[in-house]
Nanobody, 129 residues
């Protein structure tokens, strides 16, 4: 089993930047696809970005392409989400998640919440106008 803990959220003005971190414990994450999702009250959880095992490929939602960058440091058992040029529409609770084992080594990019089996508790990001 693995536990994921997000950090780095907070309040930022539009146009600003934040770097979120996801620290894993209990089990290493090096063999798994990792992803970031976000959710606002009353809405479904939305895919943000994912990174392959080894970090060789990344995938982003259209809404964040060119602004967000996902990365991983397996030696530190940590995944990051660098968020630049933030706008109020980015306000949400951000969640780190580990994809199910079956997606490791697959060319398919899991983008649905049901395709991930471990989740962090989330970190709040608020972007003011």
């Amino acid at each position: 089993q693995v536990q994921l803990v997000e950090s780095g959220g907070g309040l930022v003005q539009a146009g600003g930047s934040l770097r979120l971190s996801c620290a894993a414990s209990g089990r290493g994450i090096s063999n798994y696809v990792m992803g970031w999702f976000r959710q606002t009250p009353g809405k479904e959880r939305e895919f943000v970005a994912s990174i392959s095992r080894g970090g060789g490929s990344t995938y982003y939602a259209d809404s964040v392409k060119g602004r967000f960058t996902i990365s991983r440091d397996d030696a530190k058992n940590t995944v990051y989400l660098q968020m630049n040029s933030l706008n109020p529409e980015d306000t949400a609770d951000y969640y780190c998640a580990r994809a199910r084992t079956g997606y490791s080594g697959s060319r398919y990019t899991p983008r649905l919440s049901v395709e991930y089996d471990y989740w962090g508790q989330g970190t709040q990001v608020t972007v003011s106008s």
